[in-house]
């Protein structure tokens, strides 16, 4: 998605990407009905080693409720505990 493209060109710029602009992106996904790239920005801050806080999982979880994605809910729900 073109949220998923201006995180991905930040990143080749070398601006420093932070889990405040994951979260603003993922909740604008959620807001368009976009779980899937909701999702997608979530990992790739966690692969990147982005130190993610629970606003940033609290919208990702959000994204995937309102596209019906329980089974990613529920695995969200039990990473936020680790």
């Given at each position: 998605?073109?949220?998923?493209?201006?995180?991905?060109c930040?990143?080749?710029?070398?601006?420093?990407?932070?889990?405040?602009?994951?979260?603003?992106?993922?909740?604008a996904?959620r807001?368009a009905?976009?779980w899937?790239?909701?999702?997608?920005i979530?990992q790739?801050?966690?692969?990147?080693?982005?130190?993610?806080?629970?606003v940033?999982?609290?919208?990702t979880?959000s994204a995937?409720?309102?596209g019906?994605?329980?089974?990613?809910?529920?695995?969200?729900?039990?990473?936020?505990?680790l």
């Open positions: 998605g073109l949220l998923a493209n201006l995180l991905g930040l990143r080749q710029r070398s601006l420093e990407q932070d889990v405040y602009l994951a979260s603003i992106a993922i909740t996904c807001n009905g976009d899937c790239t909701a999702l997608d979530l790739n801050e966690v692969a990147d080693h982005v130190e993610v806080d629970t940033t999982y609290n919208a979880v995937c409720e309102r019906g994605q329980w089974a990613k809910v529920w695995g969200l729900l039990a990473d936020m505990t």
